[in-house]
């Protein structure tokens, strides 16, 4: 941690640029429109909206963080922010789609792969035409990655990947999937690569898919691997290195799900302010009582200092500064706030609050996964403290 780091140097400006202003608008009239009236459907279902998917990659959505020059909207880390939030105002499972595919399968191969990786695989993804999966988490390990059991054997011009992986996004869903693996058992850590993988290659199984407490229609599947050939082309950066790569890919990850938390605070505290307003108890509207109006004032002044705290780390982010620290607390800090939120939008609602029909019911269901997925809150912790201890 750098004690000499002034606010100048990591606070970003308190106004809206242009192109902020017009992601937020397009992202919002989408939720609005196309989003908001299959809300219920899609998390009844638990389908995959594979259409609207479609139509965030037309808007750019699908690759918000990369240059045009491969497809991509050539957005930073602030519009991506924005974008997020606004979807997830409206359907946070959607929300977690655009998170998972942008920040974690397309940005690893944009960070990591060699051009002919990235010229070959990121128009798709960019675009939205093919959908991104990225697998890290196995069933005996999960915060201790290090401990993964997937092995990829090197054997000719092929790696041959044998193992299984769960809790993956859009594992049954995906065309392409970045997947870890041991290929070194005598090196621990420091054995394990990263492989681009096409989800039709033969070997690549879908085990199972999750039914889910919330982001029901974001897919979440387990996959394994049997006897899988990969070419050894599609190995990325060095072998040995994939660990490491993992780990500073979830650093720009830890934004996006902070950016997925404060959507679902602001939606829940937008839908308590509507029902506070027309709920009508002992003669007046409830939002007349001391008890919501405290209630409501500490959601949107925790939502603010989260909000603040997830624009620091993209601004960090797109200053090219290391943001270890900074997107940590984001992630830790938002998700925090968003269940609270939560908490307190379906008590501000009463009964109605557990009724499928207003939106903090599901926001109450979806906002407990922020605090588990890209690293839980305690994992968060820890990690802010070695930061803060480190010399």
Known sequence: MNEQMTMEQVAPSFEFTESMRMVLEVARNFAEKEIKPVVMKY?????????????????????VLFPESYGGAGFGYLEYITIIEEISKVDPSIGLSIAAHNSLCTNHIYTFGNEEQKHKYLPDLTTGHKIGAWALTEPTSGSDAGSMLTTAT????YYILNGS?????????????VVMARSNKSKAKKGIS????????????????????????????????????????????????????????????RISIAALALGIAQGALNASLKYA??????????????AIQ??????????????????????????????????SMAKYFASEVA?????????IHGGYGFIKDFPVEKFYRDVKLV?????????????????????
């Open 43 to 63: 998390d009844e279902s638990q389908e995959f909206p594979l259409e609207i998917i479609k139509k965030l990659g037309e808007l750019g959505f699908m690759g």
């Open 154 to 157: 090197s054997d000719g011009d």
């Open 165 to 177: 992986k769960n809790f993956i996004t859009h594992g049954s869903v995906g065309d392409i999937t």
């Open 194 to 253: 990263a492989f681009i993988v096409e989800n039709k290659t033969p070997g690549f199984i879908i085990s199972k898919k999750e039914n889910k407490l919330g982001m029901r229609c974001c897919d979440t599947s387990a996959i394994a691997f049997d006897n899988c050939h990969i070419p050894k082309k599609n190995l990325l950066g060095d072998e040995g290195a994939g660990l490491a790569q993992a780990l500073t890919i979830l650093d720009g990850g």
């Open 277 to 290: 307003k027309e709920r009508k108890q002992f003669g007046k509207p409830i939002a007349e009582f001391q």
């Open 294 to 327: 405290w209630k409501l004032a500490d959601m949107a002044t925790q939502i603010e200092a989260a909000r603040l705290l997830t624009y620091r780390a993209g601004y960090l982010k797109n200053q090219g500064k290391e943001a270890v620290l900074e997107s």
């Open 339 to 347: 269940v609270r939120a939560t908490n307190e939008g379906v008590q």
């Open 371 to 391: 605090t588990i997925g890209e690293g839980t809150s305690e994992v968060q912790k820890m990690v802010i403290a070695r930061e803060l201890l480190e010399p």
